[in-house]
């Protein structure tokens, strides 16, 4: 089995930026050699290419725009993100969500640039939807868990493995990740028991005192 | 097997409103009672109702909004539609693209008030993705033949093939429509043994010199 | 000067459709007549036409895109609500913004086709440009009102003055709605004194128990 | 007065990406140096940071987010654009539309950062309904002249007046650019003629053989 994928999303908090970003990348860098996980950060576009150069873990966008280059003032090219340096990048996140036929065009975009896809969903028949068009991972996001405080090992485990299945039903070769309410190394374990491959997760790295600390919890049963 | 069904999109056609939708709407009732094919029209909102109460044939909204009854000015609330005695509704056409998240939330709001869901699409890998939601109907509509003047019948068919494939695989209770490069009759049989069940189509019928006459060629192979 | 203008946004308020929007009309008739006050509704789009044609009350849209006749699938072409009866539009409701660009167009169509346009704003600044396209109507929505159950006649009435200075700058020839925290006569009284030709206003005349006890209320000191 | 100011949007042109944008930059810092007059580039997000510490011009971003810091993952926040070097933004260029209410909150946003505020308009009623905003330019990008081949010297010059005296009267403050049409150091004349104190442009730097031969030509009249 693969090594467990951690990827932490920066998304545009303060805590999430410059010198912060480069203490959080720094964390995952040292956590990462330590434990054999993949962690992966995700900052705002114009960090992209600082994060990638300065350090050794994955960088990936927080999201792209289904175009090619030409006249798209103010838009993301997915080939800037590469060339910045990223591994893959975020589509769909539920607080930048696309048409689906954008998503498709994102995702196949991302395959010809070969930038890993990561498409996120809300639940078990979107997830089956963003699979059938073939993106790497879908990480799935159950609004009810997301930003709740609620740990994804309290909550109902069926969200995760109805929306697990219904992946490997639409396409057995994308992988799935945990996308909301996990905040320690019990709710990892659970994600990965019920057959997801790793953890989308925000702010309970991004906001605490000690990101080091809460890494090191987060890939300590696994 | 089901009447093969066809499916007038008035759009925001001049030649589709007002007292030409009653011509078009006439037509597709004399030539549905006469050929035994289900025709139903999707006229703008403001006559729904209108077209609902003065004809036999279904009447389709051409969107809805995913939303509930409250504090949504402007929007187009599923409920209404069906009040205003729509058998179903278009949902995610080219021209009003809408977000997975909120395909998924329309063709679920659709299923609860009993309203036929048919889902727009543009190529077999969105197609599958729409299928897994579980819509009554998806409705191919190839980017390269919409509004193109090619007939379907002139078109690699591989295009409709792969799409019904796809959502055959991904939802075999979902009927495939084909929605665009249908001109005559010989398009609707292809259509038809192509494995979709009916039509899509606006230009061809709502801006003919004679509607009723191109109804009666687009039914007169099945 | 002109009679005091009362408009009622029914929105997608199940408490605003259906029989509910006849309910409301009806009122909104008796009490205009009685009053000298206009009042007119602003319903659903598929009621607009069935509430213009039963009421001798104006009837507004609740929104208009900016486009001509042609290949728009679910969008509102101005034609179709001018078609339906309506008197007017509202352009740019909090609940439905639009780019600038999309705002001026609508302004333009609306002049075209003789729709009086009534568009929303959030503060003094979006007041003078709106006002600065030449609507017929700005109607000042301050966001701290919307919803909120606090009363105009509580809260700072700078924001109102502050807003009718800024569009009589802009263009003197627009007129000005107070357009939240609405809730009696003293608040349409007040509204009338800070320079403002009437109001906006919608639940608390839409849920109330009584509508008509309501509106009376709110003509009750002009 | 001012020196005048030249904008080049480097949008997400291929050839105003990389070593190409290095390239335009050292060209634009050149000939800036030469002339004394001002010259901006506006590159994609992710080389904001690498163009604004390479380079001595000023370095504009091509667009922001009404946002403060944040869960709003894959948005622009000022703040990062302003920690990455840039001096300004523009803001609901033609190819990246915003509501009314989001262009203000950019402007305010932008004054708050102390970043210069760019709005892109297309004709002069929304020319005056931005300066009502109070941004520092208000850049007019007619659209019969965007990416059209004709040069501004040749179209009618009414278009550019008309704006320039709505945005007067709108707010004095405001400065203008002329944002379409401008392919020579006489389109730059005539621009400054005309009263606004500089041009945006785009394709006829960024798509140049020689770009430092065509910013010599377009500072050659001033």
Chains 1, 2, 3, 4 share one sequence.
Not at 145 to 161: N, R, T, Y
Not at 204 to 210: F, G, L, N, W
Request: charged share 20%.
């Amino acid at each position: 089995m693969d090594s467990p994928f951690i990827l932490i999303n920066l998304k545009t908090y303060k805590e999430g930026m410059g010198s912060n970003a480069h203490r959080i990348a720094a964390a995952a860098e040292t956590v990462a050699k330590e434990s054999g996980a993949v962690i992966g950060i995700a900052p705002t576009f114009t960090e992209l290419h600082p994060m990638s150069y300065h350090y050794s873990i994955p960088v990936y966008a927080q999201h792209i725009d289904p175009i090619a280059p030409g006249a798209h003032t103010g838009h993301i090219l997915p080939e800037s993100v590469r060339s910045a340096g990223a591994r893959g990048t975020l589509i769909n996140h539920s607080e930048r969500r696309l048409t689906l036929a954008d998503i498709d065009a994102c995702v196949q975009a991302a395959r010809r640039l070969h930038l890993e896809s990561v498409v996120c969903t809300n639940n078990d028949a979107t997830s089956a939807a963003a699979a059938a068009l073939g993106p790497d991972y879908v990480a799935i996001e159950p609004p009810e868990l997301i930003g709740s405080g609620i740990s994804v090992s309290k909550a109902d485990p069926g969200i995760i493995e109805r929306s697990v299945n219904a992946v490997r039903r639409a396409n057995p070769n994308v992988k799935v990740l945990t996308g909301a309410g996990i905040q320690s190394g019990e709710c990892v374990k659970i994600a990965i028991d019920l057959g997801t491959c790793g953890v989308l997760l925000a702010s309970s790295v991004v906001k605490a005192e000690d990101p080091e600390a809460v890494l090191r919890d987060l890939v300590s049963l696994i």
